[in-house]
């Protein structure tokens, strides 16, 4: 892959990954509505976590669909890259329990891992990290 491709994507992807946050500066509490539309996993907490909401996924998608033509590639490109950004960075908080189980420990801040939902939830209990 050349360089410059490389560069024209790292750019989608600050893109896609920095709009949420701008949006957030300006708009404050406005507009953020839940993606996961408020649904709960069986732990009690939010799908899709507390920071994804709709407003954040529409403004990134839409932002690297417009930037695409200004660094030279198809606005379909933008929409692919947004989407994926999007869609590609949902966390998952776990944490070992000594019994082997995922749960929270009392008084102890769960470990954010980044990886996708589908690829944490197929980790080993093992691969799991302890933050002590």
Same mark, same amino acid.
């Given at each position: 892959m050349h360089l410059w491709s490389i560069l024209q994507? &790292?750019? #989608? #992807?600050?893109?896609?990954?920095? @709009?949420?946050?701008?949006?957030?500066?300006?708009?404050?509490? *406005?507009? @953020?509505?839940? #993606?996961?539309?408020?649904?709960?996993?069986?732990?009690? *907490?939010? #799908?899709?976590? *507390?920071?994804?909401t709709i407003r954040g996924v529409v403004l990134a998608v839409l932002v @690297? @669909?417009?930037? $695409?033509?200004?660094?030279?590639?198809?606005?379909?490109?933008?929409v692919l890259v947004g989407t994926f950004a999007m869609a590609g960075d949902p966390r998952i908080e776990l944490s070992q329990a000594p019994s082997g189980s995922t749960t929270e420990q009392p008084g102890k801040r769960p470990r954010s891992t980044? *990886?996708? $939902?589908?690829?944490?939830?197929? &980790?080993p209990q093992s691969a799991v990290l302890d933050d002590s």
């Open positions: 994507l &790292l750019v #989608l #992807l600050m893109l896609a990954n920095g @709009t949420p946050v701008v949006a957030k500066k300006f708009l404050g509490e *406005r507009f @953020t509505y839940p #993606l996961d539309g408020g649904v709960v996993f069986v732990d009690g *907490r939010p #799908l899709f976590g *507390r920071s994804k @690297t @669909t417009a930037g $695409a033509p200004m660094i030279g590639l198809e606005w379909g490109i933008g980044p *990886r996708g $939902a589908v690829s944490a939830a197929c &980790l």
